[in-house]
């Protein structure tokens, strides 16, 4: 998602409203694990790890909320992650969901205004996941207070049966005037109860390499954000661009990876990114460690 985009995402999905072990999971949640590290061993995404960030198709979902959804089943996507409910409630929002066989395993959400309620709301859309989508702040000290309001709302979000985590973009890894970094800030928050979303895309647009990341974050990193990049820097669906998404994917085991989620912040042709992207993840193999 766009960075400018985000902030305002941010103020709607606030009025609209954890890196656990596996042995912390429910049986459920504990079984996907298992099952999603088999796939892995034989150097395949796993298809129930598959989803889409719907910002991707946010303007057709504008137009017609109902009718994405349902092409974005026949695609064969069971999955989503939710940025926002377009006006709905979220017992709406998963009705609409349920009617087309689709599961809001994750949303993104705000940290402030009401914390309880938008747990209450992401356990009605059956979400496994919750997760911050933006921050932005000029000092280290800024960055702190928000690393400890991450971990308060990851607490709370553990005591609601959920998984509380953050999404980053290129600037986290920026060097700020006191020369800390703010990926640095919000990694050192508590591991049990913030884990990470990296953006792929992001995280090379800031200079990083993923694998590298992974290293340093060996079982936290439980979601990807799966989009390409053009040569020139730009967004790209996926699979058509520059970055080695085989060598990234090779390490998920090690990351801690749940899910894989297709998203593209400006798109041309939003259901052609998310076909394009969807074949790929079923198609992509690695040798995974």
């Not at 709301?121 to 800024?142: H, I, K, M």
């Not at 694998?211 to 820097?233: E, P, S, T, W």
Request: net charge positive; proline share 3%.
């Amino acid at each position: 998602m766009s960075e400018i985009n985000r902030r305002t995402l941010l103020g709607g999905v606030a009025a609209t409203a954890v890196g656990l072990g596996t042995a912390a999971l429910p049986g459920s949640a504990a079984a996907s694990t298992t099952a999603s590290q088999a796939s892995h061993s034989r150097g395949r995404v796993p298809r129930g790890a598959v989803s889409i960030q719907l910002y991707t198709l946010r303007s057709l979902l504008a137009a017609d909320l109902e009718g994405t959804l349902a092409a974005l089943a026949r695609i064969g996507y069971r999955k989503v992650e939710l940025a926002g409910l377009h006006g709905r409630t979220a017992a709406e929002f998963r009705a609409i969901l349920d009617r087309n066989g689709l599961s809001a395993t994750s949303s993104h959400v705000g940290i402030d205004g009401d914390w309880q309620q938008t747990l209450a709301d992401a356990r009605t859309l059956g979400n496994r996941f919750v997760v911050a989508p933006f921050a932005q702040f000029a000092t280290a000290d800024e960055w702190r207070d928000y690393a400890s309001r991450l971990n308060a709302a990851g607490k709370a979000a553990r005591a609601a049966g959920l998984r509380f985590g953050y999404h980053n973009h290129a600037h986290e890894f920026q060097a700020l005037p006191t020369g800390e970094r703010p990926w640095d800030i919000i990694t050192a928050t508590d591991r049990r109860l913030v884990h990470l979303e990296v953006d792929l895309y992001w995280a090379v647009t800031g200079g990083q390499d993923p694998v590298d990341l992974i290293r340093r974050n060996r079982g936290r990193i439980l979601q990807f954000h799966c989009k390409d990049r053009a040569a020139d820097g730009s967004f790209a669906d996926l699979g058509t661009g520059t970055i080695d998404f085989r060598r990234i994917f090779a390490h998920s085991r090690e990351a801690g990876v749940l899910e894989y989620i297709v998203e593209r912040d400006s798109q041309p042709d939003p259901l052609k990114t998310a076909q394009v992207g969807f074949d790929y993840l079923r198609t992509v193999r690695f040798g995974c460690r």
